[in-house]
Each structure stands twice: as C-alpha cells, then as structure tokens.
Nanobody
C-alpha cells in the first residue's frame, strides 16, 4: 500500500510560479510511474503530466507543455511539479498518483494510488 501526500499548493497571481511536491511512503518494493492530475470544480479530472520510474521518460498535456516540469527523486521517494507562467485556467485541485510498473499513463484509471490533493488558485 502506497501513501501519497501532496504539498505546495496555494494562491498565486497569473504569471507566477509554484512547486508542488508529492511524498510517497510504503510499497517501495514496486517501481512506480508517477502522474499529476488536476480537477477544477464541475470539470472532469485532467491529465497534467507523468514520469516513469527512472525519470527518463516524461509526457505532458498540451495545455501545460513548456510551462510545467515534472521531476522525481527516488532516494527521497518524491515527485515534483514545477509550474511556471501560471494562468487562471490552471486553477484546480492537483493530485499525484502512482502507477505500479507502468510507463506513466495519461489515463487516470491506470493509476493505483492517489494523494488527497492540494489546491492551486491562480488569480488574474
């Protein structure tokens, strides 16, 4: 069983930056791809980006490509989402998720474990 805890959300003005962190514990015998998703009120959960276990393969949603960067530190069992040039439409609850032995899917149904989410609000 893997526990995921996100942190780093908050309120930021448009054009600003935030760095989200996701700390994982438990289940370290498996190799997990990690994904970031977000969900705004009244909208479906949306893929943001994902990284494979080794960190060498990353993919991003087109809406964030060039602005957001995923990284991971397997020694610290953590994954990060650096968000730059934030826009009001980036406002959402952001979730990290773990996919055992996966490559880093964009389909949220492929993920086995989820964090509780952290709120990101971008003001115009």
């Amino acid at each position: 069983q893997v526990q995921l805890v996100e942190s780093g959300g908050g309120l930021v003005q448009a054009g600003g930056s935030l760095r989200l962190s996701c700390a994982a514990s438990g289940g370290t015998s498996s190799r997990y791809a990690m994904g970031w998703f977000r969900q705004a009120p009244g909208k479906a959960r949306e893929f943001v980006g994902a990284v494979n276990w080794g960190g060498g393969s990353k993919n991003y949603a087109s809406s964030v490509k060039g602005r957001f960067t995923i990284s991971r530190d397997n020694v610290k069992n953590s994954v990060y989402l650096q968000m730059n040039s934030l826009k009001p439409e980036d406002t959402a609850v952001y979730y990290c998720a773990a996919d055992a032995w996966g490559p880093g899917h964009s389909d949220y149904t492929r993920y086995d474990y989820w964090g509780q989410g952290t709120q990101v609000t971008v003001s115009s």
